[in-house]
């Protein structure tokens, strides 16, 4: 079956789907983007991607071409049309194509609304059972990271150099700790069992998955810790992993080639998994 999506108000293969070159998302980098996992045919924690992606246009001054209401309507026509089970429905909204390249605003351009869907076994993905290997880089990025923006070429960078020594993740390193993963969130669990992710601020994206697992963590009586921490504390935890909408969590059992603990996933980080994906199950729209 040849994939649909949604571009621009209509529904087109994905072959055939198309942008103007004068696309700013294509020219500038200016817009937005979101990734919500689909469980079941059904949205994952969908509403928290929402919120993230209208604060995200908000702080861009980027208006919204439909409502999220219509957003939400054209996430599940496309689950729909795609007959999808499991994967992700991505969003990306540009300020759309104007007559030129100019570098301010353009008036009275509509913005670009484009989504499709992919096919992505998460529950059962190889790597969530065995646990992946990280490797640090420094985290080129600019500074406005609580910004979902569409100017990935750092994380993309970051990710080959991780793709190339056979590691699932890199880890951004700023000022000698952690600020994230190339797309996920970054935890650890201390030798005294204190769960320890960076808080938010402008150096990390929010991550939905991030947040209801501290919630999920929170409600299970965890001692948790919102703090940046570095890559020897990590070298010496119980446990480490990632968080995302594409993996949900998943055990980091190497940093840099070497082991975290004794080199296998950690109980917690797969008990936090299974919970999540309960959580998933239970409240996917
Ligand atoms: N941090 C970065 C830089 C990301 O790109 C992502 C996801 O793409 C995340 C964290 C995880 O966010 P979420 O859990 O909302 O998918």
Known sequence: M???AYVNGAFVPLREAKISI???GFLFADGIYEVSAVLDGKLVDNESHLARLER???EIRLPLPETIARIKEIQHELISRNQLKDGLVYIQVTRGADVGRDFAFPKGVKPTLMMFTSVKDIVNAASAKSGIGVITVPDIRWTRRDIKSVALLAQVLAKQAAAEAGAGE???IEDGKVTEGGSSSAFILTRDDVLVTRENSSAILPGCTRKAVVKLAEERQLRIEERAF???EALKAKEAFITSASSFVQPVVK???K???D???GPLAQRLREIYIEFARATGT
Do not use: C, F, N
Request: hydrophobic share 40%; glycine share 12%.
């Open 2 to 4: 040849d994939p649909i």
């Open 22 to 24: 004068l696309d700013r």
């Open 56 to 58: 995200s246009v908000g």
């Open 170 to 172: 890199a880890w951004m």
């Open 230 to 232: 570095t890559i020897e």
């Open 255 to 257: 940093i840099d080639g």
């Open 259 to 261: 082991p975290v603990a």
């Open 263 to 265: 080199g296998k996933p």
